[in-house]
């Protein structure tokens, strides 16, 4: 599987972004898929998660109510909503792809493919 992120950019806080990533292969629908982000100097960390129909969804506290993860497996692709946008939320997200079952969807190392990211700056 290979993964391609976009939709990054330069907003002010309290605005709205949309980042994308596109899945290649036709296994995509068996994949867990979720969102990362990396600030400098800091570890990759969780943001979102969700499962292989989207019928569960999973965040990390500092974005649940603000942040919206979806997919589209006919179009292989998952998509990261998030609105009242704060600076601590710059960072390069990245998208991953992951085959366990297991409730582990928080850790990165269980994450199979990774895109290469996408630069998201939310100035104040």
């Known amino acids: 599987v290979q993964l391609q992120a976009s939709g990054g950019g330069l907003v002010q806080a309290g605005g709205s972004l949309r980042v994308s990533c596109v899945a290649s292969g036709r296994t995509f629908s068996s994949y867990t898929m979720g969102w990362f982000r990396q600030a400098p100097g800091k570890e990759r960390e969780f943001v979102a998660a969700i499962n292989w129909n989207g019928g569960s969804t999973y965040y990390a506290d500092s974005v649940k109510g603000r942040f919206t993860i979806s997919r589209d497996n006919a179009k292989t692709t998952v998509y990261l909503q998030m609105n009242s946008l704060k600076p601590e939320d710059t960072a390069v997200y990245y998208c991953?792809?992951?085959?366990?079952?297991?409730?582990?969807?928080?850790?990165?190392?269980?994450?199979?493919?990774w895109g290469q990211g996408t630069q998201v700056t939310v100035s104040s």
């Open positions: 991953g792809a992951r085959r366990a079952l297991s409730d582990y969807y928080y850790l990165k190392e269980e994450y199979n493919y």
